[in-house]
């Protein structure tokens, strides 16, 4: 059997009103991996700069654009991720929207509400080992995220010649205090990781098995099997049955924007190819007539040489070093070869020999 999950990096579903009707969903086994709320803030940043280098392309661009920012920027870039990320990802879609410096008690009191729902926790913090341990015990699988992990900001950062620093907002200090919602949401996970850590070993001590309630049989091809409200089509009508939704009009959208995305991708990539055969045909077409100038010169040269009265066998020796003129017969394949080719066979680099040269050379020979 292999391992599917569904992965939620935005907020909880539902709370466009009120984020009192936020909630997961039970019908699912929800895990949650939280994190210190300074490292994610530096993490996120280095994310977007890595993203914004790899998009802008334009180096001059992407330097007036994000060297030497400060809070005002990154507020007005991206304010859900410089103010309490993590709380307003618990509390559905106005609070996510929330202005900046308006989260305090109590939505912390309700995130805190919302992440005892959770199934299982998990802080990143603790390590790959017991990170890879808590997913064994809790959820059962051999393997875990760790394995699939496939967001590296350093090999991103020697991949694109990036360097972070640079671009890291210079008040980072006074954005790590605006988290103190989120420290304090954090502090109280912490407390629930190690509720839930001594509570599986235990489990795992009496020998009982992660999951054992789920019957695959059951769900596999039963349409009904699971209602859940976090993989329907659209929001639920006012006063209806779970099985009657609202058309999802933004879900259309977005659907026909990424289709056409698609397509001019597509469309893209087959333009490329078509040039780089133009690219390949151009150039066998200039290695070919680069071939035939060449031969076209050897025949030049063959006759130049018959005109100057060079007959095969004929020999010189000179401070050049010595040489032969052979007049190769038969194709060039079959060893006979242009005059020119083998009349500079055995010479080394030097002056080529005058008449007279050649015949007080023989008279000496």
């Known amino acids: 059997m292999g391992y599917q999950y569904f992965s939620n990096e935005y907020t909880l579903h539902e709370g466009f009103d009120d984020p009192e009707n936020v909630g997961i969903c039970p019908q699912f086994f929800n895990v949650i991996i939280i994190r210190h709320p300074h490292k994610r803030l530096l993490s996120h940043l280095k994310f977007v700069v890595m993203q914004m280098k790899w998009d802008y392309r334009d180096n001059d661009l992407f330097n007036r654009t994000y060297w030497s920012t400060d809070s005002r920027f990154w507020d007005e870039f991206g304010p859900v991720l410089v103010d309490n990320y993590m709380l307003r990802g618990m509390l559905g879609e106005k609070v996510y929207h929330a202005p900046i410096g308006s989260l305090g008690a109590p939505e912390v009191a309700r995130a805190c509400a919302i992440l005892q729902q959770y199934d299982l926790v998990i802080d990143l913090e603790d390590g790959h080992d017991v990170v890879d341990q ?35 907002p210079q008040d980072l200090d006074y954005l790590y205090d605006r988290q103190a919602p989120d420290m304090e949401w954090y502090n109280f996970g912490r407390y629930l990781v190690k509720l839930d850590t ?51 009009e933004f879900q259309s959208q977005v659907n026909a924007e990424m289709q056409a995305a698609r397509q001019a991708a597509a469309a893209k990539a087959a333009e490329r190819a078509m040039r780089a055969k133009a690219m390949r045909a151009a150039k066998m077409a200039a290695l070919a007539k680069m071939q035939g100038q060449r031969r ?70």
């Open 198 to 248: 001594l509570l599986l070993s235990v489990a795992k001590s009496l020998g009982a098995k992660p999951l054992p309630w789920l019957d695959f049989e059951k769900l596999h091809g039963n349409p009904h099997a699971t209602l859940c409200g976090l993989l329907r089509r659209g929001p639920r009508l006012p006063n209806s049955t779970e099985e009657r939704w609202m058309p999802n």
């Open 134 to 168: 808590i997913m064994e015990l809790g959820v059962g699988w051999p393997h875990t995220l760790r394995e699939i992990h496939d967001k590296d900001s350093v090999k991103a950062a020697q991949r694109l010649n990036l360097t972070y620093e640079p671009y890291i």
């Open 296 to 365: 076209l010169a050897a025949d030049v040269m063959d006759e130049e040489f018959e005109k100057k009265g060079m007959v095969d066998g004929e020999t010189w020796h000179g401070e050049g070093g010595d040489g032969a003129c052979v007049r190769g017969e038969g194709k060039e394949g079959d060893g006979g070869g242009s005059a020119a080719q083998k009349a500079m066979l055995g010479m080394r680099a030097g002056p080529h020999p005058t008449k007279s040269q050649q015949r007080q050379d023989g008279g000496r020979g």
